[in-house]
């Protein structure tokens, strides 16, 4: 987080803030940001100009991508002072390298008083697609005390297909492949594939990711989810299952963690991720038709694919009668 005043006293100019260097990869890229003002003064309107340039100033011919006008009187009106979120779209012919710049202006007397700004989690967005967009990917144990590993895809392009790696320990770097590869559908459209482990013998807690292998030959991996395994016939009598949702893992995080539970019966469940002022930014839902130990992988995103800002966050999850909230911290 960054922080500049409206109006530069000394220079009697207006103020910037100019973040490094940002290489654009091209055209088709928008810029989101969240600002907060500390003066929620309804007489003043917060006005910030956001421009892209080529160079760290605004000197020659700067691009005004948008206004921030933040009066507290305009409709819909953004009555309280507080963080909100913006994002504006570079037009085409930017150059590969280039600077956001936000100036501030006082709308209400310039040069007077101005007003501090406080920028955070500026971030530059390609609109170029990802080959896979996963929605979910999960471990549960199957009635014959195998491994169950179920993953949907929203959208897929260029993909080849899908490997399931399996470790005892959270390192993706000595993990084994355990699959042969699962053909990619490439369809806008939802897919859910599956692959069942039936290789487990010893007790233990695994971990598993999912590889997706491009037709160009690149690879990227999701995960890991877990799961508690315990082998069939043991002389200690297991210990009966409860409905529960269990700490985050790892938590804080960045970019991902593993959200796991545990159904006492089959349920249909539902977990809802909150922000701090109580939206619902990102929800998943599962049927389960048999109780036991499940997990799933949350990347950190919203609903609409985009990145999360750092900062606290509830998740609840809902099977019948029981609900049950937890917090977890995203760190960037």
């Known amino acids: 987080m960054a922080s500049f005043h409206s109006y530069m006293y000394a220079s009697g100019t207006r103020g910037i803030l100019v973040t490094p260097p940002v290489d654009f990869q091209g055209v088709g890229s928008s810029v989101s940001f969240w600002m907060y003002r500390d003066d929620n003064a309804t007489s ?6 956001v421009h892209y ?9 700067p691009i005004l991508l948008g206004v921030v006008n933040r009066s507290y009187t305009q409709s819909p009106a953004e009555a309280t002072a507080g963080w909100y979120q913006y994002s504006y779209n570079l037009p085409s012919g930017v150059k590969a390298i280039g600077y956001i710049i936000f100036e501030g202006v006082d709308a209400a007397a310039l040069g007077a008083n101005g007003y501090n700004i406080f920028i955070d989690d500026v971030t530059i967005d390609s609109e170029e697609p990802l080959p896979v967009e996963l929605a979910s990917f999960t471990a549960a144990i199957s009635a014959d005390n195998y491994v169950n590993l179920t993953w949907v895809t929203q959208t897929e392009t260029g993909v080849q297909g899908f490997y399931v790696l399996r470790n005892d320990s959270d390192d993706l770097a000595t993990a084994l492949t355990v699959s042969e590869l699962v053909p990619a559908t490439n369809t806008s459209q939802q897919q859910t594939y599956a692959f069942t482990d039936r ?3 010893e007790e233990g807690t695994y971990y598993y990711w999912l590889q997706n292998t491009d037709l160009d030959g690149t690879v990227d991996f999701h995960g890991p989810v877990s799961i508690a395994y315990s082998s069939l016939g043991a002389g200690t009598p297991s210990i009966p299952l409860a409905t529960a949702l269990y700490p985050a893992y790892p938590n804080p995080f960045n970019p991902s963690t593993t959200l796991s539970y545990s159904l006492a019966e089959p349920s249909a469940v539902g977990i809802d991720i909150y922000n701090q002022r109580g939206q619902i930014v990102r ?3 599962q ?3 048999a109780a036991g130990h499940f997990s ?8 609409n694919g985009e990145p999360l800002s750092s900062g606290i966050y509830l998740y609840r999850m809902r099977a019948g009668a029981f609900s049950q909230f937890r917090k977890m911290v995203l760190c960037k």
């Open 199 to 201: 290789e487990l013998q």
């Open 53 to 61: 340039n080529t160079s760290n100033n605004l000197s020659g011919a």
């Open 44 to 49: 003043i309107a917060d006005l910030v100009n």
């Open 296 to 303: 799933l992988s949350f990347d950190g995103r919203d609903s």
């Open 287 to 289: 049927d389960h038709s």
């Open 283 to 285: 929800s998943f839902s």
